[in-house]
């Protein structure tokens, strides 16, 4: 199998994970697999290099393209092959940096391993000093997420939930507390501190509509993280169903519930408000009708 033929279906793999608040990042109109445009704070679109290292994973996650018992292509690219068939790319000027992420085909610190050293090839060999978004995946050693945060202007590890509870009802191979949220911390207490990168950053990504989890409780785990944390943004990915999964029958969830967690997270993020001053109906849900900042507003008790 060719290179290219191994790119188009790691970067199709890599669809789900976000780069900016647009539910699935869309692809350029360049007919070139991986090429993904965020939308940058001014609204400009900025083409990105979106692919997988790997799309084996021993992971079980229910609603994931990548799970473990998913029948389907895998295979993996070499660091080597990867930082080659990134620099194609950005040499010819069709991206402007590249986002980069991996399934767990075995041992964690392996996998994060391999990441590290395609970033390293880039910077080291190749002399590339542009953007690059790394993801960290669960359970990484300390010492491989401060090796990704001297190359990286972006890390980022997926919460994936808002709960124990929630991920465990996501998937049973992943321990919430140890594997994410720790290493969540790890993350903040080394920013700044192990990044080569002027304002480098770190974001996290949320499944929404996959597990029973409320808007109010996703937004009051990221009230708790945004107090604690330099985290600069949540990204909300709104479910959507996969066939060969556990979860394929299940509902896809409104983009326009995602969009409402975004403009509410906004109030927290930027405004530090905080999570009592929204308003919820009585699931604890947020109104897909009218924007959180109107609902708000509304009550005079909160904003006199």
Not at 82 to 99: C, T
Not at 113 to 125: A, N, P
Not at 174 to 180: L, Q
């Amino acid at each position: 199998m060719s290179t290219l033929e191994k790119m188009k279906i790691l970067t199709d793999s890599a669809q789900y994970d976000l780069c900016d608040y647009v539910s699935h990042n869309k692809s350029s109109q360049i007919n070139l697999p991986g090429i993904y445009e965020a939308i940058g704070h001014n609204g400009c679109k900025i083409p990105l290099f979106k692919t997988l290292l790997t799309n084996k994973c021993k992971n079980d996650c229910k609603y994931c393209i990548n799970q473990s018992k998913r029948n389907f292509t895998r295979l993996e690219l070499s660091p080597e092959e990867l930082a080659k068939a990134f620099l194609g790319y950005y040499n010819r000027g069709l991206v402007n940096g590249l986002f980069l992420s991996s399934g767990i085909s075995g041992d964690v610190d392996e996998t994060m391993e391999k990441q590290v050293e395609t970033v390293s090839i880039l910077r080291k060999k190749y002399g590339y000093d542009d953007y690059i978004h790394l993801k960290v995946v669960p359970g990484a050693s300390k010492d491989s997420i401060k090796r990704a945060m001297a190359l990286a202007n972006r890390v980022s590890i997926n919460i994936e939930a808002a709960t124990p509870s929630g991920l465990a009802e996501l998937s049973s191979t992943k321990d919430y507390n140890k594997d994410i949220l720790k290493r969540l911390s790890w993350i903040n207490s080394l920013q700044n501190k192990s990044t080569t990168y002027p304002n480098s950053t770190h974001t996290t990504q949320l499944i929404v509509g996959a597990n029973g989890e409320s808007d109010k409780e996703i937004l009051e785990r990221m009230e708790k993280i945004y107090k604690k944390s330099d985290l600069k943004r949540t990204y909300f990915s709104a479910f959507t169903p996969i066939e060969e999964t556990e979860f394929s029958k299940k509902e896809a969830c409104s983009t326009d519930r995602t969009a409402k967690l975004y403009n509410a997270d906004s109030l927290i993020n930027d405004y530090h408000y905080n999570v009592k001053e929204l308003i919820f109906d009585e699931n604890d849900k947020l109104s897909l009708t009218q924007d959180p900042k109107i609902l708000a507003a509304k009550n005079m008790d909160i904003f006199p």
